[in-house]
C-alpha cells in the first residue's frame, strides 16, 4: 500500500524583510505538525529554488518593487492552486511604497549620487543587466496577479499563519477570529 501524497507548500519573499517567513517558523513545535500535514516545495525555509510541480498553497511575502519580483510572482501563480498574500508588503506594498511618491530616477539619484554617505567616484547609477530591473513603483501583489486570501499583520502573527493554513489544509473555510487579524 502506498502513502497519500502530502500537500505541497511554497513559500517565497518579493520585497520583503523575511519577518513574515519568521512568523511562520514562530509557529514553534507546530512545525512537527505541520510536517505531518504538507511538505515544502520551492521555498527559502528549505533552499528548494525551482518548483518540483503543482502545488497547492503558496505563501508570498513582500510586494513588487523588480521585474524579477514579477516574474516569481507569475511563476508562483502559475504552479500554486491557492496563493495568499501574507503580510502588509504583499497586501499593499508596505514600507517599501515610500518611494511610490517620488519619482524613480530621483530615488535611484538619491541613492547613488547624491546622497549624504554616497561614495561613487564613478558616478553612475548601476545598471548591469544582471541587476532586477526597478519597476516605477512598488506593486502590492494583487495588482499583478489574481490572488485567493490576504493575511493582514506586520508581520502577521504565527497564530493566523497556522489557522489559516491549518484551515485550507482541512478543507475548512478560512475564518479567522478578530483577534487573529485585527490591527490594533
Ligand atoms: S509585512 Fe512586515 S514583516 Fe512582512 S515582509 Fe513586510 S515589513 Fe517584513
Known sequence: MTDTPKPKVATTSLCGCFGCHMSVLD?????LKLIELIEFDKSPINDIKKFTGKVAIGLIEGGC???ENVHVLRDFREHCEILISVGECAKTGGIPTMRNTIPLRECLEEAYLNGPTVHNPAGKVPNDPEIPLLLN???????????????????????TIWEALVALLTDKPVDLPYELIKYD
Open 27 to 31: 509557529i514553534d513545535d507546530r512545525i
Open 137 to 159: 513603483k512598488v506593486y502590492p501583489c494583487h495588482e499583478v496577479v489574481k490572488i485567493d486570501y490576504h493575511l493582514p499583520g506586520c508581520p502577521p502573527p504565527a497564530d
Open 65 to 67: 518593487c523588480n521585474d
